[in-house]
């Protein structure tokens, strides 16, 4: 009887860490939503990154080193990502 009600315990615990840490991504994640849309020129497509999907995302990484000259670099990474 102890260890289910040291295990109740336990998934009690993980349960509110992991609630918490939900709502602080969520407050980080509203506060760079509004840097990114008050800063001027910034992709405000951005906002909303965290609804895409894997492949979304990996596309996006790779427009963004292409543009900043690390064509190279996502190559490579594609290379290892592929072994």
Do not use: C, P, W
Request: proline share 0%; glycine share 4%; aromatic share 4%.
């Amino acid at each position: 009887m102890s260890l289910t009600t040291e295990s109740l315990q336990t998934f009690m615990i993980v349960f509110l860490i992991q609630n918490t840490q939900n709502r602080n991504m969520k407050a980080v994640q509203l506060k760079l939503d509004e840097l990114i849309r008050a800063i001027k020129g910034a992709h405000t497509g951005l906002v909303d990154l965290e609804d895409l999907s894997d492949d979304e995302l990996n596309r996006l990484k790779e427009y963004f080193a292409k543009l900043s000259g690390g064509e190279a670099a996502v190559e490579e990474e594609i290379k290892e990502e592929r072994k």
